[in-house]
DNA sequence: TTTTATTTTAACAATTTTGTCTAACAAAAA
DNA sequence: TTTTTGTTAGACAAAATTGTTAAAATAAAA
């Protein structure tokens, strides 16, 4: 007999990623989760027997989510510098969305078991490492450990997202003002990666 | 008659402000702390009164280490390169020792009310994004909207530290191999910054 | 040495959070 | 319809975590 799939193993799914990835809730209680999703607690456990892996089975996605992206974008038939606008726009539209997901990530990384991380296969990041070596040759860009430019690239793109709050009260602005300077930052982070 | 301050109180606030901040337990309990700090768990309660206070006096304590710090580096009569020299140099040190008390903050924020953060004086970040302004119109570095310009340099600081295990993962490098990484990261940071 | 204030400890209580069990309920199959 | 399978809900149990109390230990002062 088939499932009713009425799809709530994966709302429930959904809403802690949500409460987890998006809104930083890192402590969030199986009640708070379960009351999120408008769902009775047992569900929770009817279809993931336990809090820790209910957390397991959204970091699973969330990484295979991640590789997928890391793949597709990293070994797309572009020039390097289309690649690089394209990861630009497409990992800052996930970190809009999820801005506490790599956090989360590290700092459960403990609890969770380091097999989860090997779900990354570093080989795309290689190759695209391999490419930016290269454009350092022609002097596209500035000679560094391509670990470097990975860094910043990714750095630049996260981490005012996770510290908005922050830089919301250091800069006086409201949230709506800090959106439009998100909005403007791929065209800053382009800038200053790529020499003129 | 005066207290024996026998230093327990701040040994235990420097060994939650370590797990917390340098390790990145964030859900630390009260016998975790009071194990590391090697007191019993009431110790905790007695200088304390509950978990909650505990947490609330090192995030004072730290967030007037961190007005400070900004305060020192960004009014200090130095030319601007220079001083932004000595802004990463300062910063990166603090960061390597304690790289989550950030991300740290901006989680609990909802938990600990947001008057925590009104410690932070924007004065002196102010009149430091006033000088990089005047630089731009110099020429010395891209025109941009100020605040990106601290944004970047507070990203290019921070993130690889908070991200650390996860690039050692990605990049297949040991942990010594990638502190040797970070220390090039002031030199990368500045070229990247600065126009040549 | 006795006193006194402070600090530390052990035992216990309360609360919060997680997990289990059983029964009720719903929908498709027999 | 009855049976079977899958899903949801309520009540309860267990575990983990926090908080309290009272007593013991410590060290300086009288």
Do not use: W
Request: with cysteine; net charge negative.
């Amino acid at each position: 007999m088939p499932l009713k799939n009425t799809g709530t193993e994966q709302h429930i799914k959904d809403t802690a990623k949500r409460l987890l990835f998006a809104e930083g809730k890192l402590h969030a209680t199986t009640q708070e989760i379960a009351d999120a999703a408008g769902v009775n607690r047992t569900s929770l456990h009817y279809y993931f027997r336990s809090r820790d892996q209910l957390i397991a089975a959204i970091f699973h996605d969330a990484m295979h989510d991640l590789s997928q992206r890391l793949n597709t974008c990293m070994t797309a038939g572009q020039p390097f510098k289309a690649k690089t606008e394209n990861i630009i726009a497409v990992f800052l539209r996930h970190m809009i969305a999820f801005p506490y997901q790599e956090t989360f990530l590290v700092t459960e990384i403990n609890t969770l078991g380091q097999q989860l991380m090997s779900d990354i296969h570093s080989e795309p990041v290689m190759s695209y490492l391999k490419e930016a070596a290269d454009e350092m040759e022609k002097g596209t860009i500035t000679k560094m450990n391509p670990a470097h430019f990975l860094m910043n690239l990714f750095s630049l793109l996260s981490y005012p997202l996770i510290m908005a709050p922050l830089y919301e009260q250091l800069f006086g602005v409201s949230g709506e003002e800090f959106k439009a300077l998100i909005d403007e930052r791929g065209r800053v982070i382009m800038g200053l990666l790529f020499k003129k």
